[in-house]
């Protein structure tokens, strides 16, 4: 199956760039994010998460910025490899409400050979 | 574990037949989450369970949607009648801890059509 979201936009990359993903969320309240990666006929997959309480958190290969400023949110990939390939979806969630995570539109990555 | 299992992953269906998709969480989650996937709308929770008891239904999009969960390992979500309007990607999710405590685990969806 195909993924969903065939007009979203694209970030094409070079393979061995670094890749950086954008994200603006949408309540000021919101004090957890994560950011979900999306192969084609599969479900979200958890990259990385990060609390209000920090601005910057880094994992394997990816680091999140958080600024709540201006509400926004970004994922870095490094070295960008064909494996990154993806949907990449924000998540936002504010944890004096539900247990909802609200997604954002998402962004296509291609890597480019 | 084998993650979060759906099924089926794919159905194709005519307008007014009734649409059960089913969905086991990885074991010893507590939280179950039912997700629909469109172009137009993107990703949107429609219900979730906490220890099999629903808290949030408020994402269901009418009464022609109802989902149980009659044990810790099986959920069921159901459409009847279907509509054209339903056809979407449908993901099962589970979480120890909920969302704001750890991550979610998704299943691979099921895709719905209704012709």
């Known amino acids: 199956g195909e993924s969903v979201g065939l007009h979203l936009p694209t970030l094409s990359v070079q393979e061995g760039d670094n890749s950086i993903i954008n994200c603006a969320y949408s309540?000021?309240?919101?004090?957890?994010f994560i950011w979900y990666k999306q192969e084609s006929g599969k479900g979200p997959q958890f990259i990385i998460d990060?609390?209000?309480?920090?601005d910057k958190r880094q994992g394997q290969r990816v680091t999140v910025l958080l600024n709540k400023t201006v509400k926004h949110l970004s994922l870095q990939i490094a070295a960008t490899q064909p494996g990154d390939s993806a949907v990449y979806f924000c998540?936002?969630?504010?944890?004096?409400?539900?247990?909802?995570?609200?997604f954002g539109a998402g962004t296509r990555l291609a890597v480019h050979p | 574990d084998a993650g979060v299992i759906q099924s089926p992953r794919h159905e194709v269906t005519e307008m007014g037949q009734e649409v059960t998709l089913r969905c086991k969480p990885i074991?010893?989650?507590?939280?179950l989450f039912w997700y629909r996937q469109t172009m137009m709308r993107g990703l949107e929770l429609l219900i979730y369970?906490?220890?099999?008891?629903?808290?949030?239904d408020s994402g269901m999009p009418e009464d022609r949607f109802s989902a149980k969960m009659p044990n810790a390992s099986f959920s069921t979500l159901k459409i009847q009648p279907s509509e054209p309007r339903d056809s979407a990607v449908y993901f099962c999710?589970?979480?120890?801890?909920?969302?704001?405590?750890?991550?979610?685990?998704f299943g691979e969806g099921s895709r719905l059509t209704v012709l």
């Open positions: 999710a589970s979480s120890a801890r909920g969302v704001g405590t750890g991550e979610l685990f």
């Open positions: 309540n000021s309240a919101s004090d957890y």
């Open positions: 990060i609390r209000s309480n920090m």
């Open positions: 998540a936002e969630n504010f944890s004096g409400g539900y247990n909802k995570l609200i």
């Open positions: 074991s010893g989650h507590d939280y």
């Open positions: 369970f906490n220890n099999n008891v629903p808290i949030d």
